[in-house]
């Protein structure tokens, strides 16, 4: 049965550093709803209530765009392997983009992947567990290293004219200031 919490527990870190991938969830009022899975080492637990995340390049920015409107986000895990859980954690997030203040002290905290682009800072309100016993097994086998290699090939410059392209605005039209905010004009 679902258990809720005010803040993130030692044993909810536990879980959480065990996993290899974490789903995203936002929408503004009009917005298509976007899901979108993420892996690599890209998420911390600053804190019982403060999370970030590192938000690589890739094929939209869907997430960014949402949160600038209706900072609302769910970021969900669940046991693939083991006892079945499913973990939630809701809050309010903050885009993070290159050029801002906060980039510097966040991004350190995280290894150095190319293509990195934004940093969430998610202010939790609200976690909750349920079963998740019809969640499949699966086995991990490990990382996959496409898309690093594909943003390594791209270099910063192209990364720059990619983003230009391809990540200022939502599937709705919504934008995301990636190049304003990103200390880099193309």
Known sequence: MAQRYKEISKTHIEFITQQKVFFIGTATAESRVNVSPKGMDSFRVLGATRVVWL??????????????????????????????????????????????????????????????RQIFDVTIDLVQTSCGMAVPYLSYVGDRKLLNEWADRKGEEGLSRYRAEKNQVSLDGIPTHIVSKSGRLT
């Open 55 to 116: 938000n690589v390049t890739g094929s939209g920015n869907e997430s960014s765009a949402h949160v600038q409107q209706d900072s609302r986000m769910t970021i969900m895990f669940c046991a693939f392997e083991g006892q079945p859980l499913i973990l939630r954690l809701y809050g309010r997030a903050k885009v993070v983009h290159k050029g801002d203040s906060e980039w510097p002290e966040l991004c350190v905290l995280f290894p150095p992947l190319p293509g990195a």
